[in-house]
């Protein structure tokens, strides 16, 4: 299915998309269930997942989608047009090209959407994929992502959706609309390929939410992102008197600074930026434990070990055998 044969078939006018349209108000397409007020999808829940962990379905245009909420995490793909969504009470515009992430149990409603509006719905199953996943892809690379989150400039922690302005890049609308005619032209080969696609579109996201992140940063705190964006490039050999070498100041006075607008130590944020990254080389799985210490700015084994088991209670083999476990039941 090419752009073009895939633009055509979201386009098309389904049957309850044309009595939605010639009859204003027709009841919505999904069996909803009151629970304490809120209306709750459950009766089509168990159908969607019958033979992957990945489902995509257009949203019908037309009709009122009153408050709801799914057992799973939902993507909205504004494909073309615009809509305007209630979740969670905020009010929000979803613009051509962009995304919505939202986790399970995520209250939800969506008002008519017109002819060229074709908001499409990418459900994911497994409990482990979140809006916090792209937090902790980012957060393992860049302490300045960590440090604006912790700044509430970012606000994962405390909402459960995420708005991504993805509309200029064409890397993930590329993916995005492969992932979609691998799933309607599907193979012998479409399960393994949608779940290899996802990966990749959640990687380019981690890197797009970084760097709408930064946008958002205010210029007051661009020197410290500065200053930690050379601590996310050199963390592995870096010393406090280097790096205010390389920014001219003296290094009890950057020492102060970094504790006063992190809350923490230079040494703390090391040892964080160190760990990260041995855990995402972990969860790679390419790398021996010897290699890991070494890329991460240790000689020898022990030292990470004991760093790691002090921050997270479990050695770095216990922590790759639980990824193996928790990977093996997906």
């Known amino acids: 299915m090419i752009n073009k044969e895939l633009d055509l078939m979201l386009r098309e006018e389904t049957e309850f998309e044309l009595e939605c349209k010639a009859v204003p108000g027709t009841p919505q397409y999904c069996i909803l269930n009151e629970d304490n007020g809120t209306k709750v999808v459950t009766a089509e829940d168990k159908d969607l997942f019958l ?16 408050a709801h909420k799914h057992s799973f995490v939902e993507i909205n793909y504004m494909y073309s047009g615009s809509c305007i969504q209630y979740v969670d009470g905020q009010r929000i515009m979803l613009k051509e090209g962009q995304l919505l992430l939202m986790d399970k149990e995520t209250v939800h409603r969506i008002l008519p959407l017109e002819e060229n509006d074709i ?10 994929i979140n809006t916090d996943i792209l937090s902790q892809i ?15 400039i970012v606000d994962t922690d405390h909402k459960h959706h995420l708005i991504l302005e993805t509309e200029d ?84 006075y950057l020492s102060n600074k970094l504790k006063t607008e992190t809350k923490l130590s230079f ?10 990254m041995a855990m995402f080389y972990i969860r790679e799985n390419v790398y021996s434990m010897e290699e890991i210490a070494h890329k991460i700015g240790y000689e020898s084994p022990s030292a990470f070990f004991k760093l790691f ?13 639980n990824q193996e476990t928790n990977e093996n039941s997906i």
Do not use: C, W
Request: proline share 3%; no cysteine.
């Open 267 to 276: 040494s703390q944020l090391i040892e964080r930026k160190k760990l990260s």
């Open 51 to 66: 033979h992957d962990n990945i489902f995509i379905n257009k949203h019908p245009r037309y009709e009122k989608m009153e």
């Open 119 to 128: 908001l499409v719905n990418i459900l994911l199953k497994h409990d482990t």
């Open 169 to 252: 890049n064409e890397y993930v609308q590329y993916q995005l609309q492969s992932l979609i005619r691998e799933f309607y032209n599907q193979d012998k080969y479409s399960d393994q390929t949608m779940k290899l696609l996802l990966s990749l579109i959640f990687i380019e996201l981690s890197r797009h939410l970084e760097s709408q992140t930064l946008r958002q940063a205010a210029p007051a705190q661009s020197e410290l992102i500065l200053i930690l964006g050379y601590m996310d490039k050199h963390y592995n050999n870096l010393t406090l008197k280097e790096l205010a070498e390389q920014f001219g100041y003296n290094p009890n």
């Open 309 to 321: 088991k002090k921050y997270y209670k479990i050695t770095p083999l216990q922590y790759k055998k």
């Open 138 to 152: 980012v957060q393992s690379q860049s302490m300045i992502f960590d440090f604006l989150k912790n700044a509430a």
